[in-house]
């Protein structure tokens, strides 16, 4: 693919992605990892994934301030390092095919986990919160995916959807943010041919100046749609997304495997 043609790609997956996590609390991650795993590579594709979440989790977490369950932010948010750290270790040591498949099969199983658990049991107490942090920092890391996580927290918390939605946004903001700093500080990613331009022709720094000003498209497009989609159908949307792109990054995988 040409420079050109992985912006493109970037740009659409970044907008759907922020247009489906306005409406519905979760997106970018499920939407953007797979695809910029594919287009770029494992390792700088869920990096930027990452940092990605950064951006649409604060300009998006302005929009919905007012719900934010702050207390439930500080009991997900600081649990995340101690699944970072291990999550950064294990990417630093993984070929690119092995970790594409890891990251696919990641995606595909949280999914099947979320639509075929029914009735989850409540659970009481801070314990369930503290897990779903770790593991959710985990995936993050890994994968760029950390929603299913806190889906499924959310079932099994009872925590209603507008509060989740909301407190969502610094959550995967926070969660970003540990991530790629993990991994930079543990060298886990090559981000030199990027940061060179050497990557696809891709500069770094006019990569996040693009996807800043998607997210606030998306945004805006988010918000106007919020009138008119239902709920359930911007979450359906990007699982079913998710899935498409787990398949694909596992497919891409599997071929770097056999032809290395």
Known sequence: MTGVEVIAVIGVAVLVGTVLQRLSGTGV???????????????????????????????????????????????????????????AWLV???????????LGAIVLIALVVTFSLPQLPYLRGRSSGWVAGVVGGFFNTTSGVAAPVMV??????RWDQGSFAATMQPVFMTFGAVSAVSKLAMGSVDTGAVAAGGANGLALGWLFAGIAVTVLLGIAVGGLLSKHVPLTTARTLAMVLAGLGGLGAIVRGTFDVVAG
Not at 31 to 44: K, R, S, T
């Open 29 to 87: 991650g499920l939407v953007v990892a797979p695809v910029l795993a594919i287009v770029l590579g494992p390792g700088i594709g869920v990096l930027i994934t990452n940092m990605t979440t950064v951006v649409s989790g604060l300009l998006i977490m302005i929009a919905v301030f007012p719900r934010i369950d702050w207390r439930r932010y500080l009991l997900l948010a600081p649990a995340s390092l101690l699944g970072a750290v291990p999550g």
């Open 92 to 102: 630093g040591q993984l070929p690119a095919g092995w970790l594409s498949i890891i």
């Open 152 to 157: 499924v927290y959310s079932r099994v918390s």
